[in-house]
């Protein structure tokens, strides 16, 4: 495959992240007709600086598969609006109770509670009305509907949560972390790249392919997550750090080590761009993101 080089790759994700958000800014105005304070809250959070890694998944698929990256913006913001979400409520007192995500106070520390969970609902409910509204044919934004509230719902993310929250002494073994990572973060970055695919109207083998490249990809992400809980720093990552490890939680450096973690990651990602040889250059980016996602430190 035709590689891009990091300068090249850089600015490209750069531009793309500014369309990002730009698009997530005009999508939360909601007529003029949103209380401020609510308003306020979810752009407080969704707006917050971040690395864009699941909407960018989805333009870079939708652009694998042949499609113009601007149509899949829909899509792309629908995710990255419950995955926003998902990062306020997971920060509140009941759940992880954090006081620092992207770089700034949880929504809750910087509105109250209440306004947080509310923030929340309001993205996961404006992330099918975008969806619902601005993607064509109706038969394509059905069907990305059905496909995101299973990812995110009772059987996948959601779902993910619940196992997270209830694995508190970290007496399992590996099947049992990657089960609960599958869902809790895998079921996202795999759905990310079948929205780009669908939206581009894929056919079975190339949705099949960019699914595949998704699990691998969203697994090495969450080894990458572990290891940075680590030894990553607190002002690079936004969030506060170690405090898996320190709970005694099931982490995949506390199972395999630090290098076999490490090792794992790389060939999860190589396994990954794999499985982009067939769409050539235009996978470009995807195989870029990859790597990327091994290379970060935050
Ligand atoms: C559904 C109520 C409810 C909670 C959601 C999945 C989840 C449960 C919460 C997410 C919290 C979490 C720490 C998940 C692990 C995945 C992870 C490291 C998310 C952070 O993603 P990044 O690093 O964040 O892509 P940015 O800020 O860059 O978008």
Redesign the pocket.
């Known amino acids: 495959m035709a590689e891009i080089s990091a300068i090249t790759f850089d600015a490209y994700v750069a531009e793309t992240r500014a369309e990002i958000e730009a698009a997530l800014l005009r999508w939360t105005e909601f007529n003029g007709d949103c209380p401020d304070k609510l308003r306020d809250a979810i752009r407080y959070s969704l707006l ?1 600086p ?5 909407p960018l998944l989805v333009l870079m698929s939708a652009e694998a598969c042949g499609y113009d990256r601007g149509q899949a913006m829909p899509a792309a913001c629908a995710v990255e609006m419950i ?5 306020i ?2 920060d509140l007192p009941a ?2 109770d954090d006081d620092l ?2 770089g700034q106070p949880t929504c809750h520390a910087q509105f109250d509670e209440a306004t947080a969970i509310l923030a ?1 609902d309001a993205l996961l409910t404006r992330a099918f009305e975008i969806m619902a509204i601005e993607i064509f044919p109706a038969k394509v934004a059905a069907c990305c509907c059905v496909e995101l509230a299973s990812a ?1 719902g009772a059987s996948g ?2 779902a ?2 619940v196992d ?1 929250l209830s694995e508190e002494t970290g007496s399992g073994g590996l099947a049992e972390l990657e089960a609960i990572h599958r869902r ?2 895998g079921a ?1 970055f795999r759905v990310s790249l079948r929205l780009g695919a669908i939206v581009a109207q894929a056919g079975p083998e190339q949705l099949q392919r960019l699914d595949t490249y998704g699990q691998k990809l969203g697994l090495a ?2 080894i990458i ?1 572990d290891l940075l809980d680590v030894h990553g720093s607190e002002t690079a990552m ?1 969030k506060r750090i170690g405090k898996d490890s320190n709970r005694g939680k099931l982490t995949f450096p506390r199972l395999l080590g630090l290098e076999a973690s490490q090792t794992r990651a790389r060939q999860l990602v190589d396994d990954a761009c794999a499985e982009l040889k067939d769409f050539g250059p235009r996978a470009a980016h995807l195989e870029s993101l990859a790597r990327y996602v091994v290379e970060r430190n ?1």
Not at 50 to 54: F, S, V
């Open positions: 917050a971040c690395k864009r890694l699941r995955h926003t979400y998902s990062l409520h997971d759940m992880d995500r992207r929340g995110a993310m959601v993910g949560q997270d809790k973060t996202m992400f969450q997550d936004g935050h």
